[in-house]
Every structure is written in C-alpha cells, then in structure tokens.
C-alpha cells in the first residue's frame, strides 16, 4: 500500500497532472483571500498606524527608503551613508530609540526616486510606490510571456506578498528587466537603458553582459554603459563626489554586518553563499565556493544566450541566473523567478512538459511562502533548491533544444 502510494505520487510530481487550470485557480483564490486577510490584520493590529505589532514599521524596508530619502532632503545626501545618523534619523522618526535598525544600503542613484517618495507621508508613499510597482511589473511580465493568466500568476505569487509587506523594491527591477527584454529585439537602445537602470540593485545586473555580449547584442550593452555613465555623473554633480566613498563605507557594513554576519538570517536568502553559511561553512570558504558556482552558471547562461533557441528559454535563463549568481537574494527577491516561470510554462504548454518540469515551476513559485522556515527548522535550503531546481530545467531545455530558425525563437501567445 505505501509502495504503491509512492509511485503514484512520483508519477504525479513527473507528470505534472496534479497542477489543473481548476486547482490553479482555487489555490490563487485561497492564497489572495489570505494575503487580503493578512494585510488587514497588519495594519489594524498596528498599535500607532506606523510600526506593527511587533514594533517594526509598517513594509519594513521601504522604511529605509523612504526616512533614507527625509534624511537626504534635510541633512544631505552623505547622512544617509552614516549609521549613527541614519539610526538616530529613524528614532526622531519613531520616537523610539529600541527600535530595529533599518540602514540605507542602496547606491546613491536610488537618491532621485527616494527622495521624492519620502515628500508624502509615510502611510501614502509605502502603498503608492508598491501599487505603482506591481502595476509596472505585471505589465511588463505579461507583455513578455504573452500569458493570459499572468495577472494572476504574479499576484497570487507569495513572493508577490512578500514584497509588499516587506516595502521593497522588487517590482521595480522585475519591470526593468521585463522591459528590457521586450524591447531588446526591436528597440535594443530602450532594452539596454532599462537595462543600465537596475544599476540601483546592482548585485542582479552581474550576467546582464554575459548574455548581452553572447548573444550579440552590441547596441544594448552600448545603451546600458552610457544609462550607467549617465546616473554616476548626475549622483556626483547632485550630491558630490563624497558620496562615492561613503557609499563604499557602506557597502563594507552590508558585506560584514548583513550578508556575512547574518543580520538577514541566512534561512532567508536564497543563494549557495547563504546555503553554505547556514550549513556552518566559514565565509571564506563559502564565497569561494559560491563563486565557482556562478561562474558555472554565467558560462552555462553564455552558451544558452549564444544558441539558435527560443527567445523565451533565453529570457527566463537570464533572470533565474542572475538570482543565482548573486550572493545575496532575499526571499522577496524572488518575485523576479516568477516572469521565468511564465516563460518556461508557454513553453511547455506549446512544446510539451517534460518530466518534473511542472512541479519544478511549482516549487519555485510556491518557495517562498515555506522554504526560509523549513531551513530554520531543517537546515535544508529550499529557497536555493527551488531556484536550482528552475534553471535545471531550462539547462536541459538548452540540452535538448535542436537549433531552430531566428523567427521562430519569438514570444507568441500562448493561452493559459
């Protein structure tokens, strides 16, 4: 009886079968119905309208931005870059100074978007930017995928959740990277100045050269260089050339406090360094090791980008590979495997699943609802394995892909 129940799961999670449009749909309803659920218990439970009720301001995260871009406006743009300022900046803000440090780690150019935000109050500018955001994303991501039910897909997406909770800036680079790959065939300068923007998390434009350059696409990489010129010379004359060094001070706290140390908790980052570290391996060792495996990644993402494939299969390998290559991928930035998985399901549903390839999609897009607390609890990194798990399945796409003609590589429509 227990054989005979393992086989039949095995041939259900390589088949795939179990994932019909109908339980789709019921499992988006039920996640939505949450989610509604679950923000308004957030900000009713809030005990000021600002910090909830374990004491953390409202979409944590986007605290940082937004009392970042205040303590720019009023104290200028190096006070951001000092952490007794900026903790003390926080705790006028709070009126609280047993609060938890919330420090600006962005470069400067993320300055011009998040002083303006910090010109409204903080209740306003917290949903507006995340609404304005998701809006942007999910356009951009279905425009890519030509997939009808993306829409939805993205906003029942648990990481979708979590990026609104946490106030991060996610959907931002989810709509520059879906905007860049829209546009890079017909309009490769648009496609490589959107590109250049994501300069502002600059940890997930690591392989964007890669793919660019195999894939050669000149004009891209060309418009990309000149989109990062153009911001690093408007920081500097806007805010001074200090601002360079400080940000660099900056990142060496990031590096040693946050990623390191981990002050992010480890369980939550879904990267082979936090993977490592969370096992008990020394940094060293673990960045070592990390960095072999990127390279890996970056040399496998080259020849995919350099094959005669389907555009979508190249699309979604350079968004799970620039997850992968950074070493540092919190589980809210995981709403960027999401457009991945849209592309890879038209695939599929066009070419035919093969094994596990369904329930690879599955684990990716459900991921970050359970895997930081399965590693807390496990030491297994799920958030990793279901990230490896997705470029698994486009590596052997790219495998078995025979090489077909440049036209047929196009996005098409694709129902649902």
Not at 71 to 82: P, W
């Given at each position: 009886m227990i054989?005979?129940?393992?086989t039949t799961i095995?041939r259900q999670l ?10 789709i749909r019921a499992?988006a309803a ?12 957030i900000?009713?439970t809030s005990?000021?309208?600002?910090l909830?009720?374990r ?5 944590s995260d ?7 871009g ?8 190096l006070a951001v870059y ?7 900046f926080?705790a006028?803000?709070l009126?609280?100074?047993?609060i938890?440090?919330l420090?600006f780690?962005h470069?400067?150019?993320f300055l ?8 409204f ?6 949903p507006?930017f995340?609404?304005?955001t998701?809006a942007?994303?999910a ?6 995928s030509?997939?009808r039910?993306a829409?939805?897909?993205i ?5 979708a ?7 991060q800036?996610?959907?931002l ?7 860049a790959?829209?546009t890079?065939d ?8 959107l ?5 502002i ?5 690591l ?7 195999a ?5 891209a990489i060309a ?17 001074g ?7 660099l001070?900056k990142?060496?706290f990031?590096r040693t406090?946050v990623l ?11 990267t082979?360094f936090?993977?490592?570290r969370?096992?008990g391996?020394?940094?060293p060792?673990a960045y ?9 990644v ?5 020849l995919l ?10 699309y ?6 620039c ?16 457009p991945?998985i849209?592309l890879l399901?038209s ?26 607390q ?14 490896a798990a997705?470029?698994?399945v ?9 090489p077909v003609?440049?036209?047929a590589g196009?996005v098409?429509p694709?129902?649902p």
């Amino acid at each position: 009886m227990i054989t005979a129940r393992r086989t039949t799961i095995l041939r259900q999670l390589k088949s795939g079968d179990y994932l019909t449009r109908e339980r789709i749909r019921a499992a988006a309803a039920i996640l939505l119905a949450g989610y509604a659920i679950a923000l308004a218990a957030i900000v009713t439970t809030s005990p000021d309208g600002m910090l909830d009720f374990r004491g953390i301001p409202l979409g944590s995260d986007f605290f940082a931005f937004w009392s970042g871009g205040k303590l720019a406006a009023e104290q200028g743009a190096l006070a951001v870059y000092d952490p007794q300022l900026n903790f003390e900046f926080q705790a006028q803000i709070l009126k609280d100074r047993n609060i938890l440090y919330l420090p600006f780690l962005h470069p400067p150019q993320f300055l011009f978007l998040a002083i303006p935000l910090a010109e409204f109050p903080y209740l306003v500018s917290w949903p507006f930017f995340s609404l304005v955001t998701l809006a942007a994303f999910a356009a951009g991501a279905t425009a890519l995928s030509r997939f009808r039910a993306a829409p939805l897909v993205i906003l029942a997406a648990p990481a979708a959740f979590i990026t609104v909770t946490h106030g991060q800036a996610g959907f931002l680079i989810g709509a520059l990277f879906a905007g860049a790959l829209v546009t890079l065939d017909r309009r490769p300068l648009i496609a490589g100045a959107l590109f250049g923007l994501i300069a502002i998390k600059p940890q997930y434009g690591l392989l964007i050269p890669i793919a660019l350059a195999a894939g050669g696409h000149w004009r891209a990489i060309a418009a990309a260089a000149v989109t990062v010129c153009i911001q690093i010379i408007a920081t500097t004359l806007a805010f001074g050339p200090d601002i360079w060094a400080a940000f660099l001070a900056k990142t060496e706290f990031a590096r040693t406090i946050v990623l390191e140390a981990g002050a992010a908790k480890w369980q939550t980052n879904f990267t082979m360094f936090a993977a490592l570290r969370l096992l008990g391996l020394g940094a060293p060792a673990a960045y070592a090791l990390h960095a072999a495996f990127a390279i890996l990644v970056a040399a496998s993402l080259a020849l995919l980008w350099r094959a005669k494939t389907d555009h979508r299969l190249k699309y979604a390998g350079l968004l799970v590979a620039c997850v992968l290559a950074t070493p540092y991928a919190i589980e809210y930035d995981m709403i960027l495997l999401v457009p991945a998985i849209l592309l890879l399901w038209s695939l599929g549903a066009e070419q035919g699943f093969r094994p596990f390839e369904k329930s690879a999609l599955a684990f990716a897009w459900a991921a970050p609802i359970f895997a930081s607390q399965l590693a807390a609890a496990t030491l297994v990194p799920a958030g990793l394995l279901s990230v490896a798990a997705l470029y698994a399945v486009i590596e052997a796409r790219r495998r078995a892909a025979a090489p077909v003609p440049a036209a047929a590589g196009a996005v098409r429509p694709i129902a649902p």
